[in-house]
């Protein structure tokens, strides 16, 4: 898979490359990087590529034409390709697990990474695809947010993440792609690790204990815990089965108050 990043800070993404799985992704020929300056695509000698906002108002604009160029570039070595042009952008549709996986099928993908005030609205209207926001809050610019969708993504690319992680298991599961098991949509269940006691914290007995069912069982009651106490609205878009109606049933009940001998 392939992303071309567009952006007046290439070097930004510098140390992103450089570490972890990204560099592994990259190395393992599951993903390649192409970084764009947007810069190159203007058209005057001082590389401008923003100007002041029609109507008055702080901030300046990004200009349409170097980012229409920089596309134009990119895809001129396959014009015919449906590649997603994609604006980020606080008013986009929020970047989700599921959009997520939706990214890691396609073969090539242009991330535009605005900085100011924004981009030129005839570059969301009629050059992008789509729009991404990471969250309902601003950065100063995309590049932080382009870095995410990357990074997201590059943990989906078959062959990525080795035993040593676990991409079935993250929280928000998996629909099954790239020949994967799917998973379950809930958060993950706890993780520890030696020792099995420190400082007086102690593991749960049930993990030392060797009983792979009782494991199995307690790390999904535990993940359906954990989605019911901190995201509960996710739990009503999973299709979830007895068993799981069952615990859940248990962990509300055990959730209750108890009621005082004079209430
Ligand atoms: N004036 C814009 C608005 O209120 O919608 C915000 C512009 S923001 C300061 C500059 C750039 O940062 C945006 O063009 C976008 O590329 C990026 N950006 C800011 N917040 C983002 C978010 N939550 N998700 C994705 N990109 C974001």
């Known amino acids: 898979m392939q992303f071309d990043v567009v952006t007046i800070f290439p070097d930004f993404f510098r140390s992103i490359l450089e570490c972890g799985l990204v560099k592994r992704a990259q190395a393992g020929g599951q993903l390649r990087v192409a970084l764009h300056d947007l810069r190159d695509f203007a058209e005057d000698r001082h590389r401008t ?4 906002p029609f109507g008055g108002g702080p901030g300046m604009v990004f200009k349409p034409r170097p980012l229409f160029r920089a596309v134009e570039a990119i895809k001129s070595d396959e014009p015919e390709a449906a590649i997603p ?4 952008s606080p008013q986009g549709r929020l970047l989700r697990q599921p959009v997520v996986e939706e990214l890691s099928r396609r073969r090539r993908v242009v991330l535009i990474c605005g900085r100011y005030e924004g981009v030129d609205e005839r570059v969301a209207e009629n050059l992008a695809t789509d729009e991404l926001s990471i969250g ?5 610019g995309g590049e932080v947010a382009a870095a995410v969708v990357m990074e997201s993504v590059a943990r989906l690319l078959p ?14 599961g998996l629909d099954g792609i790239s020949g994967r098991e799917a998973g379950s949509g809930l958060l993950d269940c706890p993780h520890y690790t030696r020792p099995a006691d420190f400082r007086g914290m102690t593991v749960p007995e049930v993990l030392l204990s060797g009983d792979h069912e009782e494991v ?9 815990e954990k989605t019911w106490r901190k995201r509960p609205e996710l ?3 999973l299709d979830l089965n007895k068993e799981d109606l069952r615990l859940l049933d248990e962990i509300k009940q055990a959730s209750l108050p108890v ?3 004079e209430g």
């Open 49 to 52: 590529v923003d100007d002041r």
């Open 85 to 88: 042009i994609i604006l980020l």
């Open 136 to 140: 309902d809050y601003v950065l100063s």
């Open 159 to 172: 062959g990525v993440v080795g035993n040593e992680e676990s991409v079935e298991q993250d929280s928000f």
């Open 216 to 224: 199995r069982r307690w790390r999904r009651r535990r993940a359906l």
């Open 235 to 237: 739990l009503a878009g």
């Open 259 to 261: 009621l005082s001998r």
